[in-house]
């Protein structure tokens, strides 16, 4: 089995900044990548950013938070962080954390969710 466990979310205020951070757990043979989505009231479920654990690749980011938010990782702890600048209330979601893993060497590369943290940026 395989769990992803976000943290960091909370109440913010505009222009403020937030850390998030996503730790997966379990069976796991390798990490691809990990990244986040987020879910805002009433809307769909959309791309945040991504950084590859494998070496080559390079991070991508949703034009709306392209300068505004850092992704990065830790290899050895299977962790994601998202640190969110200068948040603006449209920022306001349930964000996710997703990660491609493969969980055996016998196994296909599969993608993995966590439950999700609620951040609320309002003034």
């Known amino acids: 089995q395989v769990q992803l466990v976000e943290s960091g979310g909370g109440l913010v205020q505009p222009g403020g900044s937030l850390t998030l951070s996503c730790a997966a757990s379990g069976s796991i043979f390798s990490i691809n990548s990990m990244g986040w989505y987020r879910q805002a009231p009433g809307k769909q479920r959309e791309f945040v950013a991504n950084?590859?654990?494998?070496?080559?690749?390079?991070?991508n980011y949703a034009d709306s938070v392209k300068g505004r938010f850092t992704i990065s990782r830790d290899n050895a702890e299977n962790t994601v962080y998202l640190q969110m600048n200068s948040l603006k209330p449209d920022d306001t979601a349930v964000y996710f954390c997703n990660a491609d893993i493969r969980r055996t060497m016998r196994s296909s590369v599969m993608m993995y969710w966590g439950k999700g943290t609620l951040v609320t940026v309002s003034s």
């Open positions: 950084i590859p654990f494998t070496s080559g690749g390079s991070t």
